[in-house]
């Protein structure tokens, strides 16, 4: 099986231990990115450190074999140049990693190089950052180079014990707890060597961004990104929930428990929380579309212990909507951040969409994707409560989606451009043509004729069917760039996207949509190793060139660019090669 597991060096990816094998703490990070320019690793510590596998005082490169792998926390790799070098590794626990080289040749001098200097102890060397200490030890056996690495947030020596500790840990026995999930992992039979590998790439991603119980969060839970999204966020965790029920259905039900541990007593979800956070008054929510992720699960699993115990919060949490967030119209808007710049800023950012130019230069909207989820949850609380025998809802809820889906139809379609849009504070139209316009399907709102314009406005090549599809921003709109919600793909949204078009029978159009965001995903991977947070839609730049909030990488408006190795993109690709074989 290893000569089809994930074996691309992820530039830029992520290794850290997951909670799916033991304890992790949120607030101790041990996590790093693959370097681009060499086998080494730059970890998420205040000073950043870098560390590299030298040969001879020269870095090595990675060099993929058939046999290799690179999995998100361990790894069997040749090295680019040198045919009889093998390195392999694993993180043993959630502050320590042992590394091991093979080189065939005693006298050649291997080592790892540190940025910054470590000092040299008696029992090896150390770096001593902010809060934090991180020990290295190394030790020949053989014809293998062994390297223990290990962090402390306590002291130095606990630090180097933790690094001999790896070092005398069993690499076999390690390496072995490490893969069982790659093991076990329910692979559809249909996909090609190429998909397979991306396959295994994707469960990796959800692996390692699972965090165990700590503090006040009482089960495992799932984070977009274990940097820089570290926290738990509310609507990535509904889609990554739809990905892990592939892989370990109890781990997706803690991942939708984990959601509700903050709830406010008012109902209210936040953006996003952490253990041990005291409710520091966030004002934003996100996206409700917890239902809709519970209904795909259940389908699938039939977990009605999870559905009983969530399903009074998610009403409660449907409830806090209404009160805060529905306008006068009978519909529902987002909160906007009017601070914000609207380009490096996030004036849409409880809506998901940080920067679309559906918030450029409003107040207050009634927005159609809000709206649209409001619907689709009341519809899939109709479906919960039928298969937990609360007759006594069902009509409620169908009366809640009927009195949405006629306000959405009277007021936000255009009858000129045969399109949904936003109103603004005014009751205008904000006549930008986004992914949001394609929500109202997931919620089976339009009639047949208005169902249809939307396809032809979807599979249009000069509006929605990019060369990536689909285009978050149509492609003849003023305001259409590669600057992350202004045109780029994403992959969360295509599968919003892929649902609805399967409610209206639109099954070709679907299938298409669905093989054409795991090709670009695949497409991607295979070239940096690396999945993304969103795509370039016209199929030319790689992801991580592309600006997020007005600049590239580090110049981008938060700091940092287009995000790797992020969650719901894993989520997307296991749940659609699942669906589509």
């Keep these: 099986m290893m000569d089809e597991w994930a074996n691309v060096w992820p530039r830029g990816g992520l290794f850290a231990f997951s909670g799916m094998d033991g304890e992790t703490r949120h607030a101790e990070p041990f996590v790093a990115a693959g370097l681009a320019d060499a086998l080494g690793w730059r970890f998420y ?38 045919s009889d070098i093998r390195v392999d590794g694993a993180f043993v626990d959630r502050q320590s990693m042992f ?14 190089r540190l940025d910054p200097e470590p000092r040299e102890t008696e029992k090896g060397r150390l770096i001593t950052g902010d809060g934090w200490w991180l020990a290295v030890l190394q030790r020949r056996m053989g014809e293998h180079e062994h390297f223990g690495l290990a962090i402390s947030y306590t002291d130095a020596d606990d630090a180097t014990a933790h690094a001999s500790a790896a070092l005398d840990a069993d690499p076999d026995s390690v390496v072995r707890d490490r893969l069982r999930i790659y093991k076990e992992a329910a692979i559809p039979a249909s996909l090609s060597d190429t998909a397979r590998r991306t396959f295994f790439k994707a469960v990796s991603i959800q692996k390692v961004n699972v965090e165990s119980p700590q503090l006040d969060i009482p089960c495992r839970w799932s984070t977009p990104d274990r940097m820089p999204h570290r926290h738990m966020w509310m609507w ?3 889609f990554h929930g739809l990905g892990l029920q592939y892989l370990d259905a109890e781990i997706a039900d803690e991942a939708m428990r984990a959601l509700f541990v903050k709830q406010r007593p008012d109902g209210k979800l936040l953006l996003a929380v952490q253990p041990g956070q005291a409710d520091c008054g966030e ?21 009605i212990e999870c559905l009983q115990e969530l399903y009074p919060a998610v009403v409660r949490y449907l409830e806090w909507f209404e ?39 409003i107040t207050g909207m009634t927005a159609v994707d809000l709206s649209s989820y409001m619907a689709s949850e009341y519809r899939c609380l109709g479906k919960l409560a039928q298969c937990l025998g609360r007759t006594e809802d069902i009509a409620e809820w169908r009366r809640r989606h009927t009195g949405i889906t006629r306000r959405v139809n009277e007021l936000l379609w255009d009858d000129e451009d045969l399109f949904y849009y936003d109103l603004d504070e005014e009751g205008d139209f904000i006549p930008v043509k986004t992914t949001a316009g394609f929500m109202p399907f997931l919620a089976e709102i339009p009639d047949r004729d208005r169902a249809e314009a939307l396809r032809m406005h979807l599979m249009n090549p000069k509006e929605f069917w990019s060369a990536a599809p689909l285009a978050s921003v149509s492609q003849d709109e003023p305001d259409f760039c590669q600057d992350m919600w202004r045109g780029p793909m994403w992959p969360n949204v295509n599968l919003l996207v892929y649902y609805g078009l399967m409610a209206y029978g639109f099954f070709q159009e679907a299938r298409e949509l669905g093989r054409a965001t795991l090709r670009e995903i695949s497409h991607w991977y295979a070239r940096t190793g690396c999945f993304y947070e969103y795509y370039d839609s016209t199929g ?28 719901w993109t894993a989520a997307v690709y296991v749940h659609l090669s699942s669906e589509l074989g």
Excluded at 100 to 111: C, D, K, L, S
Excluded at 291 to 300: F, I, K
Excluded at 540 to 567: I, M, N, S
């Design 45 to 82: 510590l205040t000073p950043r450190v870098t560390v590299r596998l030298t040969l001879n005082g020269s870095p090595l490169s990675p060099r993929k074999t058939p046999d290799g792998y690179c999995l998100s926390d361990c790894w069997h790799y040749a090295v680019a140049d040198f």
């Design 99 to 112: 590394i091991r080289v093979a080189t065939g040749h005693p006298g050649e001098n291997v080592q790892l």
């Design 236 to 238: 990535d965790s509904a």
């Design 283 to 303: 004002e934003d929510t996100q996206p409700p579309i917890v239902a809709w992720s519970l209904c795909h699960q259940n389908e699938r699993n039939g977990r």
């Design 323 to 361: 009160l805060n967030r529905k306008n006068a119209n009978g519909l529902y808007g987002w909160r906007i951040r009017l601070d914000d710049d609207p380009i490096r800023g996030a004036r849409g950012g409880e809506s998901g969409m940080d920067n679309s130019p559906r918030f450029d230069r």
């Design 540 to 567: 030319t730049l790689p992801p991580p060139e592309l600006p997020r909030k007005g600049g590239v990488g580090e110049q981008g408006g938060v700091g940092f660019g287009v995000v790797a190795d992020l969650h």
